[in-house]
Each structure stands twice: as C-alpha cells, then as structure tokens.
C-alpha cells in the first residue's frame, strides 16, 4: 500500500532547488525544477553518499555537491559515463500541497 | 646597401605588404612611415564589434609598437604629409619633418562622402572611417539619445547595429528602395531590412535627406518629403572615394583614384600606390581581400620580382552584425541570358539565390544561412559547370551526391584550392599543407602562419574543421573551448556578449546566445552568474540557485554532508576575546575539530548544516564576520609582523594587509584570491607564490603577481614598485578589478596573467594611470553592493528554508 504524506507546500521549495524531509530511513531530498515539476529522491549520491539536496539543479538533474556527479531526477540513476542509482520516491501535487509515497515505512508500519 | 622606403598611411595594406617584404627581402630597405592617425595599425574591418563593444580596440591592433621596433621601422605618428618633390626625392610632414625616400609608397586610403546638405558641417555630423569616429559616436551614445545614419550600406548598418547596441535610439535613412541593393536583391533586402528593425532600429528607405539643422550643433535631419528626425548624433555612411589630393598635386596621374599598374607602380617608377587610394585597370577596391592582393603584389615588386601582376577578382560581401548572417558575391541582376535557383525558407529566415548563366554561377546571394559560401564562391571562380547538380545544388554542398548533411564531411570535400578565408585570400591547401609542415596545433598559430581567419573571423568554424581533419585529436581548440555542453561559445565570447547586448539574467544570457539547455548545468550556470555579479553590481539580482552550496550557504560541505566555518581574522590578527568566543562556540555545538588554515585563520570543522545560522549568531556577538573562505572571492590576506615588531621589518606590513582586506572583501573574483603582504625580503608571509602578494622595501611596496602555490607551483611576476600604502591599494584594486572583468570562472590569476601576458597588465595598471583609475572607480563602486556580511543576514532569517527541513515525516507512524 501507498501511504501519502503531506509534507508542505510546493512554494516551500526554491525554484530550480531543492528541500529536505527527515524521515526515521534518513533523508529525502525534494527538488522543484524551473517549470515547477517536483520529484523526490534520496539525498544519498550513490557515487560517496554527498548530499543531492545541496547540488545545483538544472532541467531535471542534479549535480552532486561532492564530486560533480549528476543524477536524473525522474530516474534516479547517474547520467554521463558514471553508473549507479538512488531511490525515487513517488510525489504528488495537489494543488498547492505536496505529498510523498513512504511505502517502506508504510509496510512496516503495517 | 640598403635603400630608403617610405610610406605615406599606415593601414592595412602597407601593414601587410611590409609583413610580405620582411620576408621576401629581409633587411633590403630602411622604412619609415607616417601616419596621419596617431596610433598603431588595427584592423579597420574590426571598428563594428569595437562599436557595438564586443572587442575593445587592444583585441584589433595587427601591429603593437614592439613590432615597428622589431624590425626597425621609424614610425611618425599624427602626422600627416603634406607635400611630395618628386625631383628631390622627398616628403615633408605637416610638423615639418622631410624625409627622403629612394621608393615611395602613398596608402592614403579613402575619404568619407560627405553629402552637401545644409548643416552638414554642424557639430554633431560624422563619418564613419577610423577609431576616432568611433570614440566620438561612443561618446555620443552616452547620452542614449536619438541618432540618424545616413546610408543603409555595409557601413551603415553596422554603424547603426552598434549605436544601438550602445543604447542609442536609431534611424537609418536610405536613398534607395531596399537595403544594401549594392550587395543584395530586393527579397534579401527585404529580409535584411526586417532583421535590422526587429533589433529596434528604425529604417526609412527612399529617403532623400535635404537638410541637417540646429542651433550651434544638430538637432533635426530633413527629409524631401517634409519628415522631420531630431537626432544629436548623424552618421554620414553613404560611400567612400579614393583620397588621391596628395598624389594629385605632386603631379601623379590620378583619374578616380591614383593610377597604377598591375605591378602597383604609378606613372613615376619610384612612387607605389596601394589600398583604397589606388586604382588599377579603371576599378578602385574598399574590401580587405583585393586589398591584401596589392599589398602582396607590392612587397614583391619592391624586392625585385617585376612579374607580379594584380588581377582582378570578385569578393564576397558579409555584414558584421551579430546574430544577421549575409553572404553576396558577384553579379545577380536578372537578364534575358540568366536562370536563377531561389530558396526560401520564411519560418527559418533562410533566403538563398543562385544566378546562373550557361550551367556556371556567376552570382550568389544567402541569407540567414551562409555556410554553403566558400563552395558557392569556389564554383563561380572555378566555373564548374552545375548542370549535373542543378535539381540540388542549391541545398548545398552536403547535399550532393547524397553525402550525409555532416559539415566535417562538406569541408573535407573542399578541394586544396577553395578559399576559405576570403580577406586573405587563402585557400584550403595553404591552410592544411601549414598544418602539416610546421605542426601548428591552435588557431592562433594558424593565423599566426597563413593568416587565415585573422581579419574579419568569419571563417573561424571553416579553418577549426580543417584543423580537426588534419591532426584529429591534436588539435587544441583552447581559443574557442565552449564554456560546457549548453553552448559552443567559449568564456571570453560569453563575457563580450553579456556586456554588449546588454544582458542582465541568465535567462536572458541563454535566450540570446542560443543556449541548447534548457536552464544551462552545473558548469555554465555559477559561470554565469559571476559574470552578472562582476558586470552589472548594481542591477543584477544574484542568483542562489546558481552558486556551488558553499557559496549558497556560506560556509564550507564536507565529505560528510557536515560544514566548516572560517570567520574574519583581518591580517591573520586575532585577540583573546576572539579565542574565547571560538573556544565557547566549540563547546556549545560541539564542534569536533578545530584547525589553523594555511591563511592564517581557525577553522571549525564539522558544523551540521541546522546548526550553521545559531554558530554564526554567537561568532556574530563576539564581532566576527564570515571570512568567506568558501568564495571564488577574496579569501585572506596573510601578514607578518612588520616594522610594528619585527628588527627586519621595512614597512607596516600587519596594517597594509588589514587594510587591503577591509577594502576588499565580499568581492566576487573568477576563482579564489589569496593574497600576502611581507614586511621584508625575508618574505615571512610567503607573498611571492600568492595570487598577489607585496614585498615590503625600504623604498615602498613591491607588488607581486600570479603566483600559485597548489596544483601547480610559481613564483610571482613582479608588477611594479610603488612609493606609498596609498599607491599599493590603489594598485592592487585595479589588478584585480582588471582580473574579475577578463577572467575566465575558475580560472586563477596566474593562468589569466598567462593567456593575457605580463606585460599587458603592467602596461594597464603600472603604465596607464587613467585605465589604473578606472578600474579602481569600477572596484569600488561594485563594492557598494558586495560588502555585506552573509553570516549576519542569516542570522537575521534571509534563507531560512535552507538550513531547516521542510518536513519531518514517518517518525510518528514508526513509533506506533
């Protein structure tokens, strides 16, 4: 099962930046695009663990503040030459409200 | 023996012809020359983009003073000859120097027609020819007034292309019914008049101007038709005729223009003419490539090959307004005998023309897409017959013979004698067998060599594919490397465009220069928000979104996701209440590790991100500021002891450096500045591998530059040496000013200092106390909106959202 949660609104997040949501499974980070597409990953580059919330968002990729590496927001995994991938996290928008899929939690939970 | 040249004009031509001469017949002759204008040989086909302020006149000088001394030439500069005695063999200047010459040259160039309206002689009325016109229409275009060209020619447009680029509101009057009618047909006029008007610039064609009037200076221009234009400023750039008057009254035959033969040689054996003030075979030339072509057949001539012979040749036409590509070659009226193949393509703004006569081109006109040029051009010269490939051969070349639509294909298919850069008139052979032979591997080398794409630059893409062909992965692009994968312009490019179009967001920087991104990458973005920041202090809205997190948040990401802080320690000088203050913060957030920096300031490292504004409130308490030691900005000026304690110190070196820091931080640099100042030669604060650094001496203040100490190791260049504190900042600034304004983003002092040359910089900061000001005045003016201290702003709430989570979710369920 799906357990949306509400987790604020979409002007909380800076356009073309991004916001975090703490969560007992550790961070998510919660990017905003520059045409206002919001998407939801872990903020765990799989490349050394740097915070994706921290990179500089363009189009729908973020680059790691580490080590330049760049992750697509729709899929999770690394663009370019480099391999690996991070969780996506399912979000929906509701107007102006925002809300997240914790499946994870919600089946433990259960 | 050697024989005595003089030559009369020092533009183009004769510039060329003596680089032609050296080589042919080194040390033959002993030149001197005079120069009505006071200055070096540019590139006057160059003056648009210097108008329109997308190069500054030092990128346009072909000759600096180093290379008349070089190769011993005596150069009169302002001065302007005034009379020519054949018998005695003489010329005399207007400042009455004579000098005696065995051959003369005269590269008069041409004069301006100046339409004899009324008012034509009010102030306010100019042409259009030299630099000075230049500096008068940029002074002009200061009061961002009305301005009037006259003349809707080649001249004319650009004229009025770099008004308005200058902010000028612009009217170009016309006399005839479409632009250009010269170079272009009708259609392409059409087009052409189009692209000009969306740039904001009005065009009144058929417009027959009867008077220019006003008060002591201009006010208004009058048309026949009772229009009436008020303008400050007219550009009179309606054509321009040989300037023979000196030949003339020396006795020289001269007809339209001074006249020669196809060796150069006038009606006395030993008086040459070349350039635009000569005329061979009934024609007079203004384009650079026939130009050239003289001043080759010249220099031959003068050392002693009497077979070199000018024929005459067709040249292309191109405008040199950014963004309006336009390419006209040969003759394109419409006759009985003529078929004509025309594309047009009004979505993409693409008009093509070709005239053909019995299955040869004999004229091209292209619009909006102009790659297909040089081979147009080389089948016209070549009069290939095209009635094998007629049904296409107006898509181009890579269209024929069904070879894909790859442009590298399309050059690779030029043959060895297709002229790719039409102002020097060189050939793909010349270009490659270069290449190959002297193992050139830039761009500026094979301009250096075979001068190819060094005038007007419009070849520039042709002659990089030949050079990808020829040496593959050799090739070091490094002229032109594109700033990332969102553009092909390379930094400088970027840069010259930002300042002249004027562009003041990233949006509008990708819009204008064609970005292929959507919203740019991690690589060109915080480029071009330096660019901003650096070039407009005062309008530009810093853009957060675009810096690297350490600039954002102001302070320092670790590997772990935790933070750094580095507060102010002005000079390294720290205090006991300071300590303290950073030993109660370390308690309080128990920050586990504390370090001394390479800079002379502490660091605390491992701050979680929460916790970053309430360190900053603490540190704040205790006076400290952010000592911005994440920034590609000023980081710190390192200090020793100095005259106030040292037995070896010269000068206050501890106040000298607290002082430079107090002026200068909070400024945006291209890449990290760290400086030093050392109170004596025993250089205890390491000056001389900083980015710059100051000596201390008995007799003043020794400034250093250009060092590294990290990547790589170098010591630094010394700028110069100075008699006072006052004269050191002062110096200091403007470097510095004068590095943010050219810098590439990232790119450290030393390698701009490198790409740009020591000695130019010494030349602008040490020898030119007016540039030296100005730089200062930009400096500091820009500081009126950098120097605010981040840390505080945040503990006073801006940005909140960045430090805070937006939420916490699943704890609740989690516990349940």
Redesign the interface.
């Known amino acids: 099962m799906m357990?949306w949660?509400?987790?604020?609104s979409i002007s909380?997040?800076?356009?073309?930046?991004a916001?975090?949501?703490?969560?007992?499974?550790g961070?998510i980070a919660?990017f905003r695009?520059?045409?206002d597409q919001v998407f939801a990953i872990d903020d765990h580059c799989p490349h050394?663990?740097?915070?994706l919330s921290?990179?500089?968002?363009?189009?729908a990729a973020v680059?790691c503040?580490?080590h330049?590496w760049?992750i697509s927001l729709e899929t999770g995994k690394a663009l370019g030459a480099d391999e690996g991938a991070v969780r996506t996290i399912p979000v929906r928008i509701e107007g102006e409200r925002l809300f997240?899929a914790?499946e994870a939690?919600?089946s433990?939970?259960a | 023996m050697t024989e005595k040249l003089v030559i009369i004009g020092n533009g183009m031509a004769p510039g060329r012809m003596l680089e032609h001469l050296f080589e042919q017949a080194p040390g033959r002759y002993q030149v001197t020359i005079f120069n009505a204008e006071p200055r070096v040989n540019y590139d006057r086909i160059m003056l648009s983009p210097v108008l329109s302020g997308e190069k500054a006149f030092e990128e346009i000088i072909i000759h600096g003073d180093g290379w008349y001394i070089a190769n011993g030439i005596t150069l009169y500069k302002g001065h302007k000859i005034v009379a020519i005695d054949r018998a005695a063999k003489t010329v005399t200047s207007d400042h009455g120097v004579t000098e005696p010459y065995d051959k003369l040259v005269i590269a008069t160039g041409s004069v301006p027609f100046i339409i004899p309206v009324p008012g034509h002689d009010l102030p306010g009325v100019l042409t259009y020819r030299d630099l000075d016109d230049v500096q008068a229409m940029l002074l002009a275009a200061q009061s961002r007034a009305k301005a009037v060209v006259i003349g809707g020619g080649l001249l004319g447009l650009e004229a009025a292309a770099g008004l308005n680029a200058q902010g000028m509101d612009v009217t170009v009057l016309h006399v005839m019914p479409t632009l250009m009618e010269r170079q272009l047909d009708p259609a392409a006029g059409y087009l052409l008049q189009r692209a000009v008007e969306q740039r904001g610039i009005k065009v009144i064609t058929r417009a027959n101007t009867q008077a220019i009037t006003g008060k002591g200076k201009v006010e208004q221009v009058e048309l026949a038709d009772g229009t009436i234009i008020p303008a400050t400023l007219v550009v009179m750039a309606v054509g321009i005729r040989p300037n023979a008057a000196l030949a003339k009254e020396a006795g020289i035959a001269v007809n339209r223009g001074i006249v020669v033969d196809a060796g150069m040689r006038s009606n006395d054996p030993d008086i040459y003419a070349l350039g635009e003030c000569a005329e061979v075979n009934g024609q007079v030339y203004g384009l650079v490539a026939p130009l050239y072509e003289m001043a080759r057949v010249a220099a031959s001539q003068l050392a002693g090959n009497e077979a070199a012979a000018f024929v005459h040749m067709d040249t292309p036409t191109k405008l040199k307004v950014t963004g309006i590509e336009l390419f006209s070659l040969g003759d394109f009226a419409e006759g009985e005998d003529r078929q004509e193949i025309v594309l047009r393509d009004a979505a993409a703004g693409i008009y093509k023309r070709l005239v053909l006569r019995d299955d040869r081109i004999i004229g091209t006109v292209l619009y909006g897409e102009t790659a297909d040029g040089a081979w147009f051009n080389d089948l016209k010269k070549k009069q290939t017959d095209i009635s094998q490939m007629r049904d296409t051969l107006i898509f181009g070349q890579s269209y024929q013979g069904g070879a894909s639509l790859d442009p590298m294909a399309a050059v690779a298919a030029l043959p060895d004698d297709a002229e790719i850069c039409g102002c020097n008139g060189v050939c793909k052979g010349k270009i490659t067998g270069a290449i190959t032979a002297k193992g050139l591997t830039s761009l500026d080398d094979v301009r250096a060599h075979t001068k190819a794409s060094a005038s007007c630059g419009s070849c520039t893409g042709l002659v990089e594919k030949l050079m990808v062909l020829t040496i593959g992965d050799k090739y070091n692009p490094a002229a032109v490397q594109p700033m990332c994968g969102c553009t092909t312009l390379g930094h400088d490019e970027v840069r010259r465009l930002i300042k002249a179009k004027g562009l003041k967001t990233i949006p509008a920087v990708m819009q204008e220069l064609e970005w292929t991104t959507s919203c740019g990458c991690a690589k060109c973005r915080p480029a071009l928000n330096y660019y901003l920041v650096c070039d407009w202090p005062d309008e530009y809205a810093d853009d957060y979104q675009s810096r690297f997190i350490n600039e954002r948040v102001h302070a320092n990401i670790q590997k772990d996701g935790t933070y750094s802080v580095v507060p102010r320690m002005w000079g390294g000088v720290t205090n006991a209440a300071e300590l303290r203050a950073i030993a109660d913060v370390v308690d309080k957030f128990e920050i586990p590790m504390v370090k001394v920096t390479g800079g002379q300031r502490i660091d605390m490292l491992g701050i979680r991100k929460e916790d970053l504004p309430a360190v900053w409130a603490d540190l704040g308490q205790a006076g400290f500021v952010s000592g911005q030691a994440y920034a590609k900005g000023l980081r710190t000026v390192k200090t020793c002891v100095g005259s106030d304690w040292c037995r070896f110190g010269t000068q206050d070196s501890t106040g000298l450096g607290i002082r430079i820091e107090k002026f200068m931080w909070g400024s945006w640099t291209p890449a990290k500045v760290k400086m030093a100042v050392s109170g004596c030669p025993r250089n205890c604060a390491e000056a001389t591998c900083k980015d710059v650094g100051v000596i201390c001496v008995d007799s003043g203040y020794e400034i250093h530059f250009a060092g590294a100490a990290g990547l790589d190791i170098k010591g630094t260049e010394v700028l110069g040496l100075v008699k006072t504190e006052d004269e050191a900042l002062e110096h200091i600034v403007a470097l510095t000013q004068m590095y943010r304004e050219q810098g590439r983003y990232l790119e450290r002092i030393y390698k701009w200092a490198k790409r740009i040359g020591i000695a130019e910089i010494k030349r602008q900061i040490m020898d030119d106390g007016e540039k030296r000001k100005a730089y200062f005045d930009r400096f500091v003016f820009s500081q009126k909106f950098a120097q605010v201290d981040p840390w505080s702003e945040r503990v006073s709430g801006k940005d909140k959202h960045e430090f805070r989570p937006m939420a916490s979710v699943g704890f609740a369920q989690a516990a349940e």
Do not use: F, M
């Open positions: 357990n949660v509400s987790i604020g909380d997040i800076p356009r073309r930046g916001r975090c949501v703490a969560t007992p499974e961070k919660v695009t520059a045409d050394k663990g740097g915070p921290q990179g500089i968002v363009h189009g680059t503040p580490l330049n760049v997240i914790l939690l919600a433990r939970a």
